[in-house]
């Protein structure tokens, strides 16, 4: 058999041209992540060119860890990140099945004769769609919204554990410090419980001082504990966010947890921001955008049923060949795609009331994270400015009553203690602050303005358990 057929060979060069790129959509998302952070990430592939991200891993967690490696680790590591990537590839091989027409039909039939008067028959036909052909530019446009949209998703992803892990790293820097603090509690009770001992021993306190000592040690011992717990789990938590384990779980931090800078830059028209940046709320408009598109194709298709082209040669056993075109029409007399655009212009309607609720809630999230954002950063500076000062001075002048012996061992054990609640509790407000800062940027789907003003230098703690001086024993 032997046919020319233009709109036959554009059908083979059409089908044959579609292949599907793994980089593609990879390098959109790390473009996006690399703009909005600054950091760049990478899909894991299993090429030669992986191992050189291993060794990079490797030197990024050789030194003091600080914020940004951690969030690199994580965005070239972090296993479930590296799923989420391979997303991707499931869209890509969406969109290109949909640019791709469905194989044509070849059919195809012999006639032997039975007795010896009779020929040999033969006929072949090979049939393509037509509507498939018809719909194909807009078929294309709706796999490449979606594949778009499933792009943003995956950056959207990405920021989102960008965000968690500044917010866990934070909380390793401040448990750090609060089981240091912890520590040097623990070593001042020691030091006062011993002392107490031996001046029980010598009769010169009584023994309710020092059970207070002794039960004071104890507590120490306890909350110490506790706070080495909480710092496991939190290095634990960051850990899996960075996808280590074996000797690279041995990072260590240098660096404390940063003082909230002295001002804060405007977190003005931050609702405009996260309205043009954030890319699951991009994601959601071209999803709009797609149904919109999937509804008009249904609709400009609903008349039609399958419409078969194609080439027919038939030959009888005593006539000529015979070559012609073929056509095959369904009718669409039942079924006229109504469920379909039915279910489409649902599914429509529910993509913009969902692209409404993502608006909103982006608004009234980013409203509250700022607010949030604000006080945190009051209460701080309430704390650095007026409240630890004051529980220094306190902490001070009980010292100097109870060497006076104006007051007991009980009221300088009170004034101690509450300093150091007082340092426990403004790390924790501190920490929060940078949590929430963390937080803020992931709504607004990038970073934040940088404070205008320097950081000032932390303030070191003072001594957070003073011990009972010489001059008081003498005293006594």
Same mark, same amino acid.
């Given at each position: ?28 998302? %790390? ?16 090429? #030669? ?5 291993? /060794? ?5 967690? %050789? ?11 994580? *965005? ?15 869209? /890509? ?11 044509? @039909?070849?059919?195809? @039939? ?26 194909? #530019? ?14 943003? !998703? ?8 960008? +965000? ?13 410090? *609060? ?22 021993? %010598?009769?010169?306190?009584? +023994?309710? %001082? ?5 039960? +004071? ?43 909230? #800078?002295?001002?804060? +830059? ?28 999937? *509804? ?18 038939? !030959? ?72 630890? #000062? ?39 407000t501190v920490r929060d602050y940078w949590m929430a800062r963390a937080d803020l940027e992931r709504l607004v789907g990038g970073r934040l303005p940088v404070p205008t003003a320097p950081t000032p230098e932390p303030t070191p703690a003072p001594s957070p358990s003073p011990e009972p001086t010489h001059e008081h024993h003498e005293a006594h």
């Amino acid at each position: 058999m032997h046919w020319k057929s233009p709109w036959l060979l554009s059908v083979v060069l059409l089908g044959g041209c579609a292949s599907v790129q793994k980089e593609r959509g990879h390098l959109e998302v %790390a473009a996006l992540v690399e703009e909005r952070t600054g950091l760049k990430t990478r899909w894991n592939q299993g090429t #030669p060119e992986d191992a050189q991200v291993q /060794q990079h891993l490797d030197a990024l967690l %050789a030194g003091d860890l600080t914020s940004d490696h951690a969030v690199e680790v994580a *965005l070239l590591n972090n296993p479930a990140l590296q799923g989420t990537y391979e997303e991707l590839g499931v869209s /890509q091989a969406d969109m290109v099945q949909a640019g791709l027409l469905t194989n044509p @039909s070849f059919d195809g @039939s012999i006639g032997f004769p039975l007795t010896s008067d009779g020929g040999m028959e033969h006929e072949f036909s090979i049939v393509q769609s037509f509507v498939d052909l018809f719909t194909l #530019p807009l078929r294309k446009r709706v796999a490449n919204e979606q594949f778009l949209a499933d792009t943003l !998703r995956v950056a959207h992803e990405a920021l989102a554990t960008t +965000a968690e892990v500044r917010q866990t790293f934070t909380e390793v820097q401040a448990r750090q410090q *609060l089981v240091a603090l912890r520590r040097e509690v623990l070593q001042a009770a020691d030091a006062a419980a011993d002392l107490s001992g031996r001046q029980r021993a %010598a009769g010169n306190v009584t +023994a309710l %001082a020092l059970a207070t000592e002794q039960a +004071a040690l104890e507590q120490a011992r306890l909350e110490l504990a506790q706070d080495e717990l909480a710092l496991f789990e939190a290095r634990e938590h960051l850990n899996r966010l960075m996808g280590l384990f074996g000797a690279r779980v041995q990072w260590t931090l240098g660096r404390k947890l940063p003082e909230v #800078p002295a001002t804060e +830059a405007s977190l003005e028209h931050l609702e405009t921001l996260a309205i043009r940046q954030r890319l699951d709320i991009d994601a959601a408009r071209k999803q709009v955008s797609l149904l919109w598109n999937a *509804l008009e194709l249904a609709r400009s298709t609903r008349f039609f049923g399958r419409v078969d082209v194609g080439v027919h040669t038939h !030959r009888d056993a005593n006539g000529p060949r015979l070559l012609g075109p073929t056509l095959s029409l369904e009718l669409p007399i039942f079924d006229q795609r109504q469920a379909l655009i039915a279910k489409l212009e649902a599914q429509h309607r529910q993509g913009e009331d969902r692209l409404t609720e993502l608006s909103v809630n982006a608004r009234s999230e980013v409203r509250a994270a700022r607010a949030r954002l604000v006080t945190l950063r009051n209460m701080a500076e309430r704390y650095q400015k007026v409240v630890l #000062p004051l529980r220094t001075t306190i902490l001070e002048e009980s010292q100097r009553q109870y060497n006076a012996m104006q007051i007991g061992l009980p009221g300088l054990l009170i004034a101690r203690r509450d300093q150091v609640e007082a340092w426990r509790a403004y790390l924790e407000t501190v920490r929060d602050y940078w949590m929430a800062r963390a937080d803020l940027e992931r709504l607004v789907g990038g970073r934040l303005p940088v404070p205008t003003a320097p950081t000032p230098e932390p303030t070191p703690a003072p001594s957070p358990s003073p011990e009972p001086t010489h001059e008081h024993h003498e005293a006594h």
